[in-house]
């Protein structure tokens, strides 16, 4: 079985690649993705995404950030995983690299009276106004309900693993991969640390197959104090999820001095970094700001969203919409409007300069 990388190895593996500055991906067109994976709407809305994938060739995007759905795997299996395979594809075709997410803590509340997976069909219906797309939603700032996982259930879990072992060992050598995302947020939904076991067998799962890829789950939640005074730490969820990483990855949507103080702190790991969620414009997590000091420390990067669409994430997350004294008024994700424009041309020029640093190979570290 093959072990976590020593931190020479992560920096090997850093070190061969190209700088990443990509985006967190869901095509326009979809709620969430999920009719690029369905067989009966695939087609229409891969003319969408490839005329998303010229947008991003066209500032210097290199990779994408994005899940594959366990409910479609679960009835297609082989052919879902023969759709991302040619999807990651047509993506390396345009010099863009994938970082699959395979689990995810950010759900929804409660679990549902139903818990067969559901095979989609036909465009999805989302709530408008809502970050999200969803009235009920992680972003709402709810503090009594427990967001629920397949994992939780005991008869599920060995499919979960199927399901890990199935994706990863088809895509265990492919150069389209950058990187293994195992576990999105872990203790997110007020789960705090009810996935540890679950992340823990996650990474042991990974690790048998093998992977040329580093294998990772990302931190996102800090203490006040977390890089400002000694001691400060994560709770053991992400505490976990950094001591099996072999890369550090995290989320990080504060403003900017926040950015470097966490930042600073996580360092210390003396680990490749890579940030996979930021850019939050509501609270001052901005391009201009966080972008340039990104590839000045050599920590790559996947800002959320490309082009707003149906599930709104240019939207403020729905618990910020009650502090009136934010600026309510910027979008909070995404770079370009429906019609591919974009919502700020300087955000953009900024963005295509720093491809351009990396196409003349200039990058720290």
């Not at 690649?17 to 369905?38: C, D, K, L, R």
């Not at 203490?223 to 550090?248: H, K, M």
């Not at 994430?313 to 019609?339: A, C």
């Amino acid at each position: 079985m093959r072990r976590r990388w020593t931190k020479e190895e992560a920096w090997a593996w850093y070190r061969a690649g190209a700088w990443v500055m990509g985006v967190n991906y869901v095509p326009s067109i979809t709620f969430h993705g999920a009719e690029m994976w369905q067989p009966d709407t695939h087609d229409e809305v891969m003319v969408s995404v490839r005329k998303e994938l010229e947008l991003m060739r066209g500032i210097g995007i290199n990779g994408v950030r994005m899940g594959i759905p366990f409910d479609l795997w679960y009835y297609e299996r082989d052919v879902l995983l023969d759709r991302a395979e040619a999807l990651y594809d047509e993506f390396a075709a345009y010099g863009i690299g994938v970082m699959p997410v395979l689990f995810n803590d950010c759900v929804g509340f409660g679990k549902p009276a139903d818990i067969t997976p559901q095979f989609g069909r036909g465009w999805r219906t989302y709530d408008i106004g809502h970050h999200g797309g969803a009235k009920d939603n992680p972003f709402t700032g709810e503090t009594e309900r427990t967001g629920w996982i397949y994992w939780d259930e005991p008869d599920w879990r060995p499919v979960m693993e199927e399901f890990l072992l199935a994706v990863i060992g088809r895509f265990r050598t492919s150069p389209n991969v950058i990187a293994w995302d195992l576990w999105n947020e872990p203790g997110n939904s007020n789960r705090f640390g009810m996935s540890i076991p679950y992340l823990k067998r996650s990474f042991e799962l990974a690790r048998s197959l093998d992977p040329v890829q580093p294998l990772t789950a990302g931190v996102w939640r800090y203490p006040d104090d977390y890089g400002a005074a000694d001691g400060a730490d994560v709770d053991p969820v992400q505490r976990l999820a950094l001591d099996e990483s072999d890369i550090v990855t995290f989320h990080q949507y504060d403003n900017f001095d926040r950015v470097k103080r966490v930042v600073g702190k996580l360092k210390e790991e003396g680990r490749p970094m890579m940030c996979t969620e930021w850019l939050n414009r509501v609270q001052d997590n901005l391009i201009a700001d966080v972008l340039p000091y990104f590839h000045d420390e050599g920590i790559g990067s996947f800002s959320w969203g490309l082009v707003a669409g149906k599930s709104q994430h240019f939207l403020p997350w729905d618990e910020l919409w009650q502090k009136r004294e934010l600026p309510l008024w910027r979008w909070q994700h995404d770079l370009f409007d429906v019609f591919h424009t974009p919502y700020d041309r300087a955000e953009i020029e900024l963005i295509r300069s720093y491809a351009k640093k990396r196409a003349d190979g200039h990058r720290e570290r």
